[in-house]
Nanobody, 124 residues
Framework: QVQLVESGGGLVQAGGSLRLSCAASGRTLSNYAMGWFRQAPGKEREFVARIDWAAGNTYYTDYADSVKGRFTISRDNAKNTVYLQMDSLKPDDTAVYYC??????????????WGQGTQVTVSS
């Protein structure tokens, strides 16, 4: 069992920055791949970023094309927390942001645990 709690959302002007946090309890997040997703009103939930272990005890990261170069996902295993640094925010980034914990399966990543979400609003 893993519990995830997001924080750090808020209101920011276009071009500004926010740093989202996702604190995990239960199993340590090092056992899981961690992902960030978002959902805007009237739109489907979309993938934003993912971080997982790779060879050499390094992190593998992946990003949606819409956020590449602007968002950075990271994790602090000592704090059992994953972060999403969001820079150069655009109004289109406005959404509820969710973190999730999952595993890499043969067909792809499967996320079994989800946080409650945190609202990010970017004004023009």
């Amino acid at each position: 069992q893993v519990q995830l709690v997001e924080s750090g959302g808020g209101l920011v002007q276009a071009g500004g920055s926010l740093r989202l946090s996702c604190a995990a309890s239960g199993r340590t997040l090092s056992n899981y791949a961690m992902g960030w997703f978002r959902q805007a009103p009237g739109k489907e939930r979309e993938f934003v970023a993912r971080i997982d272990w790779a060879a050499g005890n390094t992190y593998y990261t992946d990003y949606a094309d819409s956020v590449k170069g602007r968002f950075t996902i990271s994790r602090d295993n000592a704090k059992n927390t994953v972060y999403l640094q969001m820079d150069s925010l655009k109004p289109d980034d406005t959404a509820v942001y969710y973190c999730a914990a999952g595993r890499l399966l043969r067909r792809g990543y499967s996320y079994d645990y989800w946080g409650q979400g945190t609202q990010v609003t970017v004004s023009s």
